[in-house]
């Protein structure tokens, strides 16, 4: 997402869990602009026991190089790897019938152990797994080869019910390093679900956390924000559930909660939100302005409606732009991300696209956009859709971190550049 550097929490949930239930010291190290051989330095100054690396699928390359410097120089040392792309893989071999996950553990010695899914109670099993010195297939929930195969031990079931967790730990964290061009800097990061009852075609969430949207309470949340408003004086929040706006009663919860205590006029938030629930007005957004609710950010993708249809998104452009329009009104900032470079797109379909985006720009309702090229993430129906399509053209399309076109579309892709740089200067 461009110049965007923002907390990192999956680990930091990690570390607050295994800190309390393993005896045990943790350290959370958080790659920004750093080199590989830096970040590597300051772990094996740590001396770790077990390095755990958390991969969305652009970072999977550097983190499997930081992974093989470390067992160069102590080969003692285990790695485990988790996150979206690890489950992804995972996935994408148990579904689809791929061999991305063996491959990997097949291509790259450095790794030890992938937990996909959820990772708090695999991540404890693991750790006293490896101090009892356990069978590892009596160690649920991971992922390892055997020397000749890949092993996959029983699952684990999720958390469902969110505030059975600890806090994340933050504590770690270099905030100093933080930053994104589009608003605050230190906006302290908040991801209160998980899931999502949605199904678009392209995204890993429903891959990552099948089953039910598991959820903090309202109050929890403003537990939470309360303490980390006393203890570190973080005012600003973003809350980075994908599915904020789908839980009325809670969402009045937690505004009533805040507009009736302490925390009134003293904290400000934010959200992702789905347009359609807020052109069908199935929240309050006076409520939740008077509350703090300072911006809305919008996955609007494209206002093209047969790609929305295609990717599953269940939503579409009318929705968007009264949604937009709506939350302009109620004096809340928009914030919007859109996709280009779609398989089955025309180029007259993009630009029109493009074109009813610029409309709603050109009226001042939207604060800021991101563009991205839609990129297939292993483990998603598009990936397989693409896959078995040899849409692929980018070998290191992972790499590419959603930057470049990196699929074969009906435009060429120096066009596509062309017409995204375009786009970019009239909306930055
Ligand atoms: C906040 C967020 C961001 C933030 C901050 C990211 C960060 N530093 O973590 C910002 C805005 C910077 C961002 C950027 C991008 N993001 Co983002 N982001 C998210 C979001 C909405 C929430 C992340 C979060 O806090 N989750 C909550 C925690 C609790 O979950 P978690 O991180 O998955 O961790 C759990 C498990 O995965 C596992 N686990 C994680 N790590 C590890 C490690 C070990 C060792 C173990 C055992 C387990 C484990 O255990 C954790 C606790 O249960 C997710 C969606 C989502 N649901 O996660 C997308 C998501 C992670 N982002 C995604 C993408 C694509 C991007 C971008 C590429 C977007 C772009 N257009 O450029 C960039 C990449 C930036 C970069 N180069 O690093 C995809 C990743 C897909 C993939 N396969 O890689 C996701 C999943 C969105 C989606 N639904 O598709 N993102
Ligand atoms: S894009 Fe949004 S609505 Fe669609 S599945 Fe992902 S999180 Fe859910």
Redesign the pocket.
């Known amino acids: 997402?461009?110049n965007?550097?923002?907390?990192?929490?999956?680990?930091c949930?990690?570390k607050a869990y295994v800190s309390k239930y393993a005896q045990c010291t943790v350290k959370v190290f958080?790659q920004i602009n750093e080199s590989n051989e830096n970040i590597t330095r300051q772990i094996l100054d740590f001396n770790p026991d077990l390095v755990?690396?958390?991969?969305?699928?652009?970072?999977f390359s550097a983190a499997l190089c930081i992974a093989k410097s470390i067992k160069e120089t102590d080969s003692r040392i285990k790695t485990?790897?988790?996150?979206?792309?690890?489950?992804?893989l995972f996935v994408d071999e148990t579904a689809y019938g791929s061999c991305l996950m063996s491959n990997a553990f097949y291509d790259n010695p450095c790794i030890d152990?992938f937990?996909p899914?959820?990772?708090?109670r695999?991540?404890l099993g693991?750790i006293q797994g490896l101090k009892e010195k356990k069978d590892f297939q009596d160690v649920p929930g991971i992922v390892f080869w055997d020397g000749i195969r890949v092993c996959v031990t029983s699952r684990v079931e999720r958390?469902l019910n969110l505030d059975d967790l600890p806090m994340?730990d933050r504590s770690d964290l270099p905030y100093a390093k933080y930053h994104?061009p589009d608003d605050l800097s230190d906006l302290e990061?908040m991801?209160t679900t998980?899931?999502?009852k949605f199904k678009c075609i392209?995204?890993?969430?429903p891959v990552?956390?099948p089953g039910p949207v598991a959820k903090n309470s309202a109050e929890r949340i403003l537990f939470e924000m309360r303490f980390l408003k006393e203890q570190y004086n973080r005012k600003s929040f973003?809350f980075?559930?994908?599915l904020f706006t789908t839980d009325r009663e809670r969402i009045d919860t937690l505004s009533n909660g805040i507009i009736n205590s302490d925390l009134r006029g003293r904290v400000d938030w934010r959200i992702?939100a789905r347009a359609d629930d807020v052109s069908g007005k199935r929240i309050d957004l006076d409520l939740m302005s008077k509350a703090g609710l300072k911006g809305l950010f919008f996955g609007i993708e494209t206002m093209n409606p047969r790609s929305l249809k295609k990717l599953g998104k269940k939503s579409n452009p009318e929705q968007s732009k009264e949604a937009i329009r709506r939350t302009y009104d109620a004096g809340i900032d928009v914030w919007c991300?859109l996709m280009i470079g779609y398989p089955w797109e025309t180029e007259i379909e993009l630009r029109k696209s493009l074109d009813d985006y610029l409309e709603m720009f050109s009226m001042g309702f939207i604060k800021h956009t991101?563009v991205?090229f839609i990129?297939p993430?292993?483990?998603?129906p598009f990936y397989n859709y693409c896959s078995r399509n040899n849409l692929i053209v980018n070998p290191k399309f992972?790499d590419a971190?959603?930057?470049e076109p990196v699929l074969k579309t009906p435009v060429s892709k120096e066009r596509m550049i062309e017409i995204y740089q375009e786009f970019i200067s009239l909306v930055a």
């Open positions: 997402m461009g965007v550097a923002r907390p990192s929490l999956g680990v949930y990690l958080h755990g690396f958390s991969v969305m699928s652009c970072a485990v790897f988790g996150g979206e792309h690890v489950t992804g152990f937990i899914f959820e990772g708090e695999p991540l693991l958390v994340a994104s990061y991801h998980r899931g999502c392209y995204c890993a969430t990552s956390n973003f980075c559930d994908e992702f991300s991101y991205a990129t993430f292993p483990g998603t992972l971190n959603c930057n």
